[in-house]
């Protein structure tokens, strides 16, 4: 089993909906991430959080909310998606400010 | 955070050493190298990081040049498999400012 589950891997949604991606890790570390990746570019970070009472938030947060429900679940959810929200979208961990990140295979999100 | 240019392609042949290079003139101080790769649409994996010495894993070696100006990412013996987009980054995780931000890469594509 994967160490970093992201769930659904795929989803195709309307403009306006709501919707959630969920992240889930088995790795005890406190340290939880989210990036967007679009085609052809590098990956951006959404939001951090780097323990269960803490949230920040990245370079591209801005439609974007989060919740750190445990120390194993980090959730990102799109209020009101827009078609330009359309990427694939990773979760990460890390055990401590090692730069050592483990990533979620991804989540790949359509907004028609 | 360090901003970092690399290639945006290479090419190698099966068997032999890959040299990627990465130049980053502005890192700071306190900041690491990072290395990752990302295959296909996977979620990226970290390789190695290095402060101001070289160093080697099982993956791959890091050299860093004296001044920390740019640094080289070498796969020793590349397979078809080490096909995949490599991203080096300037930044610091530790503290309360987290700074790993990942560019475009290098997409290495191995040949037979």
């Known amino acids: 089993d994967a160490d970093v589950t992201q769930t659904p891997r795929n989803r195709i949604t309307k403009t306006g909906k709501r919707i959630m991606l969920e992240c889930s890790q088995t790795?005890?570390?406190?340290?939880m991430y989210w990036y967007r990746q679009d085609p052809g570019l590098g990956l951006r970070l959404i939001y951090y959080?780097?323990?269960?009472?803490?949230?920040n938030k990245g370079e591209i947060s801005d439609g974007y909310s989060v919740s750190r429900q445990a120390q194993a679940k980090f959730s990102l959810s799109l209020e009101s998606a827009i078609p330009n929200q359309t990427a694939l979208y990773f979760c990460?961990?890390?055990?401590?400010?090692?730069?050592?990140?483990?990533f979620g295979e991804g989540s790949r999100l359509t907004v028609l | 955070d360090a901003k970092t240019t690399q290639p945006t392609s290479m090419d190698c042949a099966e068997g032999r050493a890959a040299n990627l290079p990465c130049n980053h003139s502005?890192?700071?101080?306190?900041?690491?190298v990072y290395w990752y790769r990302q295959i296909h649409s996977q979620g990226p994996q970290y390789i190695i990081h290095?402060?101001?010495n070289n160093e080697t894993n099982e993956m791959a070696s890091l050299i860093i040049t004296e001044d920390r100006k740019s640094s080289t990412l070498i796969l020793p013996h590349a397979t078809l498999r080490d096909t995949a987009v490599y991203y080096c980054i300037g930044g610091d995780s530790g503290g309360s400012n987290y700074k790993l931000t990942f560019g475009k890469g290098t997409l290495l594509t191995v040949n037979p």
């Open positions: 990460a961990t890390d055990p401590g400010g090692t730069g050592e990140l483990f």
């Open positions: 502005t890192i700071s101080g306190n900041e690491y």
């Open positions: 790795k005890g570390h406190d340290r």
């Open positions: 959080s780097f323990d269960v009472k803490d949230i």
């Open positions: 290095g402060l101001k």
